[in-house]
């Protein structure tokens, strides 16, 4: 088998698109490729006379590749084993034997540090980019039955005008800003909110290879796809029936994300796809720039979906006058012609209407029809309905009542008029100074936008992918009940300071357009850690002597993987000190339960968790349980 391993590896090398710049063999590409039947990758398999022997197959002469024994073969973990692989293989980190890696097999992936994932398949480690450090573990199907278990929540604290004071109550009506993996803490909703959202929005990292999904660029496709899948499948139990998801996107994902949203909301519940221009102009480093992002809406059931028009400009109002005092108010002029294109004319629309102050007879012009029939005009011309125009001698024309218009006009398709990108970072300097940890804060207006089209004061908004907060604060400003979800630290230092700001009435963003002067209140809480409280001191560790200590203590008081073997990795120490810090960190977040992340809501009175009486009642009370 050995052999085997050599004479592949040989081959694969003389293809110099599998080779990484520090000469490594890049596993991953290599099984796109053979995914795909690229057909070099095929002709150079077939050069080997053993190779071709062992991975293809005579069928009435013709040699058929075995992809899945390729596929099998590349992806055993004697092929290409690196001092990681090995020391994993050394103390029995697998699952089945060694035949197979982990991350190849249909299992579900918890990716640290930002936005975690949830990924069914994934990558291997080797080929993940040279310049960039991302850990990431795997769990089976069966091993996530308390993945999702709601989670108890502590740091209870409530916000008003007032400052910070505990929690002691919890109303229906509360606005929530929770820290924690947003995955799981979407399922931790479920219980309270489901079925009761009127309005998501999201701004998810678009994979577009500089932000938080900038990692193995070949791969990372399907990884960013699995990753919103998960979230979308619990986000659309949380919408009522009513509701609808608005979701911000690049070109980059945006086919396939309309695809998978197809697969969970159904087809048949697509909304629309908004162009925001984001930017005046294209970037100077690009031939061709994209100035546009994407809002794709989709509907939980399009036929009791309940969307609303924006209010007419005053622009659109002055439009409608009443010169000749008619006694239902104002008018403005509208077409009678009907659009006869596609063979749409009828025949019993084309008719003379008289002007009754000058008898002049008007027919249809250009071959076609009136819109209304000749019964209808004639009620219409009864009640001083039709217009001659100014002088009363010009051609009929209907008056459009304001009152028998909706109310509102509909939203078109292309966003050109809300505010751009920049304006959304300004907001944000303005209340913090400068900030970068926000690539592309959306503005204020552009979200004011969103919630009058798919909200009423009241609604209930969640953001899952909260960040600087832009969501809370409008839904805040505009009297809608929200939730907010964010899993990074900033989210007490910027997400949480900034809504304590609209609180006390700061005038940036649409502050001043809506008249807001502050008010309100919100309670934030957290999900409460127990593995995961090693997992950012596994990853600010500085040596490996406080990596190993760190071990000793995960092996006293953490959950450990039940793939782990405790004893032979202590007998190996040696060889793990000899790892780099990278991969020793690596390795013990692989060897985390990652189900026991956070205190899972049923374990809340085991005492090992310490969990406190006043948080028990809250999230008693959050939940709907009972203390007893």
């Not at 608005?246 to 980059?252: A, Y």
């Not at 908004?274 to 989709?298: F, L, S, T």
């Not at 966003?415 to 959304?424: I, L, R």
């Amino acid at each position: 088998m050995q052999n085997l391993f050599d004479d592949l590896h040989a081959l694969l090398a003389q293809d110099p698109r599998l080779i990484a710049q520090d000469g490594a063999l890049l596993k991953n590409l290599t099984i796109e490729l053979a995914l795909k039947l690229d057909p070099d990758l095929l002709r150079l398999l077939l050069s080997h006379e053993r190779i071709r022997q062992h991975f293809f197959v005579a069928v009435e002469g013709i040699l058929v590749f075995d992809k899945e024994k390729f596929l099998h073969f590349v992806n055993n973990k004697a092929f290409l084993p690196d001092s990681y692989t090995a020391f994993r293989n050394k103390i029995g980190l697998s699952d089945d034997g060694g035949l197979t890696y982990l991350a190849h097999r249909r299992d579900v992936t918890l990716v640290w540090p930002y936005k975690d994932c949830v990924l069914e398949g994934g990558q291997t480690h080797e080929d993940a980019r040279r310049d960039e450090i991302f850990w990431n573990t795997t769990l089976a199907p069966d091993d996530i039955d308390r993945l999702l278990d709601p989670k108890v929540l502590t740091g209870w604290r409530r916000y008003d005008a007032q400052g910070e004071h505990p929690v002691t109550e919890l109303r229906p009506d509360d606005n929530f800003i929770v820290k924690g993996n947003n995955l799981l803490a979407l399922h931790s909703l479920a219980r309270r909110f489901g079925g009761k959202v009127k309005l998501i929005y999201i701004d998810p990292p678009y994979n577009t290879g500089t932000d938080d999904f900038g990692y193995n660029d070949r791969f990372n496709h399907s990884t960013w796809l699995t990753f919103m899948r998960n979230r979308l499948e619990i986000a659309r139990f949380l919408l009522k029936r009513e509701g609808a998801i608005f979701i911000q996107i690049t070109d980059q994902e945006m086919p396939y994300l309309r695809v998978l949203l197809d697969e969970i909301f159904g087809r048949e519940n697509f909304i629309e796809q908004v162009i925001w221009k984001k930017r005046g102009g294209a970037p100077n480093d690009k031939q061709i720039g994209a100035i546009h992002e994407y809002i794709v809406i989709y509907a939980k059931d399009v036929n009791h979906v309940q969307l609303y028009r924006q209010p007419r400009s005053e622009d659109q109002l002055s439009r409608y006058q009443n010169p000749d005092n008619h006694p239902k108010g104002l008018w403005a002029p509208d077409n009678l012609m009907a659009n006869v294109k596609g063979g749409r004319y009828v025949k019993s629309l084309y008719y003379p209407i008289v002007n009754p102050q000058t008898g002049e007879v008007h027919y249809p012009s250009s071959d076609g029809n009136w819109r209304y029939s000749q019964e209808k005009v004639a009620a219409l011309l009864a009640n001083d309905e039709i217009y001659f125009g100014s002088d009363g001698k010009g051609r009929p024309k209907l008056k459009r009542f304001l009152c028998d218009v909706q109310e509102g006009v509909p939203f078109n398709t292309i966003w050109v008029d809300t505010p751009q990108g920049v304006s959304g970072t300004q907001e944000i300097k303005e209340l913090f100074g400068s900030v970068n940890l926000f690539d592309t804060p959306k503005p204020e207006g552009l979200i004011a936008q969103v919630m009058q089209l798919g909200s009423i004061e009241g609604d209930l908004v969640l953001d899952f992918f909260l960040g600087s907060g832009t969501t809370a604060a409008v839904a805040h400003k505009m009297g809608r009940q929200y939730i907010g979800l964010e899993q990074m630290d900033y989210i007490e230092t910027i997400t949480v300071e900034r809504l304590r700001m609209v609180i006390a009435g700061e005038q940036g963003g649409i502050s001043q357009e809506i008249g807001w002067q502050g008010g309100g209140d919100f309670v934030y809480c957290e999900l409460l850690q127990w593995n995961a409280r090693y997992v950012q001191r596994i990853q600010d560790a500085t040596s490996a002597a406080e990596l190993w200590a760190i071990w000793q203590e995960i092996q006293r008081h953490g959950f450990i993987s039940y793939r782990v073997d405790v004893a032979a990795i202590n007998a190996h120490a040696e060889d793990f000190v000899a790892l780099t810090l990278a991969e020793q960190q690596r390795f013990l977040l692989e060897t985390l339960d990652y189900n026991a992340l956070y205190v899972n809501l049923s374990e809340m009175d085991d005492a090992d968790y310490a969990v406190s009486d006043e948080d028990k009642r809250l999230n008693a009370q959050f939940y709907g349980a009972s203390t007893e």
